[in-house]
């Protein structure tokens, strides 16, 4: 397939070429076409990138909190002024649909808007001091350049939230974006942080290695990274020697308990949506339920009917409640955890298929499962996909045991109207 130009990284306030010339093509997950290429950056790019972060950083902590809180709420102007182009391409680039990703868009303005005034409210602090003579003090100094490791799922509110309160705080900062998902972010360096002073927030490109590059770096001492538990943990090691300052936000294995007196219908919608927003790869989706013993029939009746109404298609398209999977890899590592979910005598009541009426994109049937139990892989490992599978409790304790029982630990959600069960 014939590549497009690529932009290059953002460093400096400008598009800069990768150094080796290698590209990385970004795809459309619907229609598996070019979106555009990115450099397949190296060491010496992050480098640079953090060279240029470092010499803006004595200017930009020395600016006041009130001319940076203005800068932060420019941005958050420009990305309403240029919102459906945005939107546009993290649609063709993320695959969800365009509801989801405008209600992205929303919360990275917001972000924005919120960081702003919260560093404009930044204050030490004078303590009391118990000798005479002696005034202790509070004073909130940056850190300096800012590692910014985001995945490719919410490709800018994960960077939003890394970046505008690093900013606030008169950090500086290079970005690391998804090698699936890097468009986005070098269209808003270009269009809605082009006004800050060159070098505050730079952009490189590139796989595993560019990151690995700022976490070894001894010019950047925070690392703020979001990501699968396995890189997280490669992170912590190669981090460690650097005794460096790291915000690690990783994956889940999220359990949804549906209590015995709930109303089905409603309580169906609701797993339906904590399961399947973003077609199943949030880090906080819904990935194993345990329904009351009294309600499983009707229960999983409502939600296999939930299921079937959802729309298939690509996130572009008005009609669309499910998008494609990411990527080829990420689809063979759900199917895996079907399969084996099969093999070891799980039900597929629905789904457990790609849909037969498209030839290319990365889609998959939302999949309700029965008959599991916590060997199985879509009940044990992250799934990160669009899998229900369900299993009975009789007591709340045991459901709270089936909860816990998980190596990981992010989100939960109980559904119940008697606020005295839990
Ligand atoms: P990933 O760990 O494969 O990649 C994340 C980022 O790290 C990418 O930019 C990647 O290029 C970079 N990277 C890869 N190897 C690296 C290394 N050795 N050193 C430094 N950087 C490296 O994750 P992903 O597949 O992009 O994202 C999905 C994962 O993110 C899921 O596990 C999901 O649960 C998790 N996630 C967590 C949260 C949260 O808030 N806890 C939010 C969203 C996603």
């Known amino acids: 397939m014939a590549k497009k130009q690529s932009a290059g990284h953002w460093i400096n306030n400008q598009f800069v070429p990768g150094r080796s ?35 803006a950083f004595d200017g930009w902590r020395r600016t006041s909190a009130n001319e940076r809180a203005d800068m932060l709420h420019e941005v958050a102007h420009k990305i309403r002024h240029h919102w459906e182009s945005i939107v546009e391409l993290l649609t063709l680039e993320q695959g969800k649909p365009v509801s989801e990703n405008e209600e992205e868009l929303e919360w990275v303005k917001t972000t924005f808007d919120y960081y702003a005034e919260m560093g404009r409210n930044l204050r030490g602090r004078v ?4 000798e005479t003579s002696q005034l202790n003090m509070v004073i909130k100094e940056p850190y300096g350049v800012v590692a910014c490791i985001i995945p490719w799922n919410y490709p800018l509110l994960l960077m939003g939230w890394k970046v505008a309160p690093a900013l606030a705080a008169g950090n500086v900062i290079v970005i690391k974006p998804s090698e699936m998902t890097p468009l986005t972010t070098l269209y808003l360096a270009e269009h809605c942080w082009d006004h800050l002073p060159p070098g505050v927030v730079n952009v490189v490109t590139g796989y595993g290695n560019v990151g690995e590059a700022l976490v ?13 538990l396995a890189t997280g943990q490669r992170i912590s090691m190669q981090a460690a020697p650097f005794i460096k300052r790291l915000h ?26 904590s399961a399947l927003l973003n077609c199943g790869q949030i880090c906080t989706s819904t990935e194993r339920v345990y329904v009351a013993d009294g309600l499983v029939k009707p229960f999983t009746e409502a939600l296999v009917e939930e299921v079937r109404a959802l729309r298939i298609g690509p996130g572009i398209e ?40 498209f030839d290319r994109g990365y889609f998959y049937e939302p999949t309700v499962l029965t008959n599991v139990d916590h060997e199985m892989l879509v009940m044990s490992e992250e799934t990160f996909g669009p899998a229900i599978p369900l299993m009975p409790y009789k007591t709340f304790d045991e459901a709270i045991a089936f909860a816990n029982g998980s190596q990981y630990g992010l989100g939960a959600v109980l559904r119940t109207n008697d606020p005295l069960l839990a």
Not at 216 to 228: N, Q, R
Not at 248 to 273: H, N
């Open 216 to 228: 070894t770096h001894p010019d950047v001492p925070v690392i703020a990274f979001t990501g699968s």
């Open 248 to 273: 690690l936000e990783l994956g889940g294995k999220d359990a949804f308990i549906v209590g015995p007196d709930v109303d089905v219908q409603v309580s169906a919608r609701a797993v339906a949506y």
């Open 127 to 130: 303590l009391p001091s118990a």
């Open 318 to 357: 008005p009609t669309t409640d499910i998008g494609p999977m990411i990527g080829e890899k990420y689809r063979a590592k759900f199917e895996t955890h079907i399969e084996d979910a099969r093999k070891r005598g799980a039900n597929v009541l629905i789904g457990g298929r790609r849909p037969p009426n």
């Open 21 to 55: 010339g290698d590209v990385i093509d970004v795809h459309n997950p619907a229609t598996e076409e070019v979106l555009g290429s990115v450099p397949a950056g190296s060491e010496h790019d992050a480098g640079a990138a953090v060279a240029a972060a470092k010499a």
